[in-house]
């Protein structure tokens, strides 16, 4: 995989990067938006013109209609779509999962794609549902398994592969069917069967079935999220280490009057002003034609995939995602990956900026790094920890180091105060779940070290868990203190 995908930008476990394929490079996260051969709202060069880089196409639909076949067969699919950019095929595996049965195999469908000249090609992978049973996830996942394998002595030499991910919402077999895919040679992982999650908003799950493949998976394995369509949550899947996007939903959504945006769905019809400056909303009519609207919807999802590459490069991924995670399902996914933040700041790389934008952030990797940092510190005999020096500086000869706090990071030493975590970052005055991470972190370090800790604090600081900071530590409240002292 390493030679077809090339990382050149990392945040979170997001990335830039440069996938190679027979009809050229393609830079990611990208979308492809799909195109039905049947039904073509925009025609796939002007998708191009609105930032389309690689196109996706049903394979299936093109084999089993006599006359797109044999034009795919004699044209190849790039001059039948008109498109000579990257084009990925799908199998049908969409139609096995909406009609239980097709009519082909999946390596003759693996071979048709190769005739026609697909840049990627996938075989037909058996969708299990979400929440279907564990013995019936593990017999398809087996069966899936066996078609990939399969697949490779079809795919030819120029085709790319994919290794479509299932295991249903099974967390360990999703892990273990990673682990598997990773051992053969596919050079794209789409994690496969999530469109009913996000058709009914279950993005906790969603995001829980990703984190779950991607601790299987290699880390340089592109990631393909089936089905994913929707601009606001390109930024949560991209945190969580997706590359790649297909879009129905851009014209599926017109076809009933659906206005999309980053931030969410719109009934065209409640609109009176839109909250876009694309060159269909800007005409300053708000009865949009279908064409029209398709045209809005993926203007829009080209602009969010921009803004999420620019945070990536910005170091600023994490914002990006808190910003987005402000629907209800939405916000209980990004609690949800924040569980995983241990995993997360294993592979994060350093950052150099930290905005805290919401209780959220003083649950980031962050923090978890700050600890590592404050672990590796030589600290004996009588440390203060202080919140706020002035109050404090005349105590200062009584103790070998002085430590400030500053929330949701914790103690740090002073001479380190201009440095990233603590001199980079903008946090507000301390919030409860901020003083909290804060205190978390003192008390682990406390309780790592062998040392005599007094914490000095102001009555900002006042939190419940300052009881269980005095089973290990001297407590010394500023507010008494200093009027008593003064
Ligand atoms: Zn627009």
Known sequence: MAEVFEITHKDVLGRIGKLTTAHGVVETPTLMPVINPNMMILKPQEMRLLGAQMLITNS???????????????????????????????????????????????????????????????????????????????????????????????????????????????????????????????????????????????????????????????????????GAGHPMMFALAVALGCDLFDSAAYARYARDNRYLTSNGTYALSDLKYFPCSCPICSKGQLDLSERELAEHNLRVSFAEIQTIKQAIRDGTLWELVEKRCRHPTLLSALRAILNHSEYIEEYEPQKWTFLYTSEESAKR?????????????????????????????????????????????????????ETYPIGQSEVPAPDNASKKSALANLIELIKSKNFEATFAYDDNWEHEFLYQLCECCDL???????????
Do not use: W
């Not at 082909?104 to 037909?124: A, H, K, L, M, W």
């Open 476 to 486: 010394l409240p500023l507010s008494t203190f200093y009027e008593k002292t003064i």
């Open 60 to 226: 299936y639909i093109l084999y089993r209609h006599p006359d797109l076949k044999e034009l795919a067969l004699s044209e190849g699919v790039h001059k039948l779509l008109g498109f000579d950019g990257p084009i990925m095929t799908d199998s049908g595996s969409y139609q096995l999962s909406v009609y239980g049965e097709i009519e082909f195999t999946s390596n003759e469908i693996v071979i048709f794609q190769r005739n026609i000249g697909s840049d990627i090609g996938t075989p037909i992978d058996i969708p299990t549902p979400p929440d279907g049973s564990y013995d019936r996830a593990l017999k398809e996942m087996e069966v899936t398994l066996q078609r990939i394998k399969e697949a490779k002595d079809y795919s030819g030499d120029k085709m790319l592969l994919t290794g479509p991910l299932q295991g249903s919402t099974h967390l360990d077999l999703r892990e273990r069917f990673a682990r598997l895919i990773s051992e053969l040679d596919v050079d794209i992982c789409p994690i496969g069967a999530v469109v009913p999650l996000m058709e009914s908003y279950r993005f906790k799950k969603l995001a829980e079935v990703v984190l779950a493949s991607k601790r299987g998976l290699r880390l340089d394995a592109p990631v393909h999220l089936f």
């Open 365 to 417: 990797p962050a923090i978890i790094r700050h600890l590592k940092k404050l672990n590796n510190l030589n600290l004996n005999g009588r440390i203060l920890i202080t919140t706020n020096r002035k109050k404090t500086k005349h105590l200062e000869h009584e103790f070998n180091e002085i430590l400030l706090m500053k929330a949701p990071f914790g103690p740090y030493l002073p001479e380190l105060g």
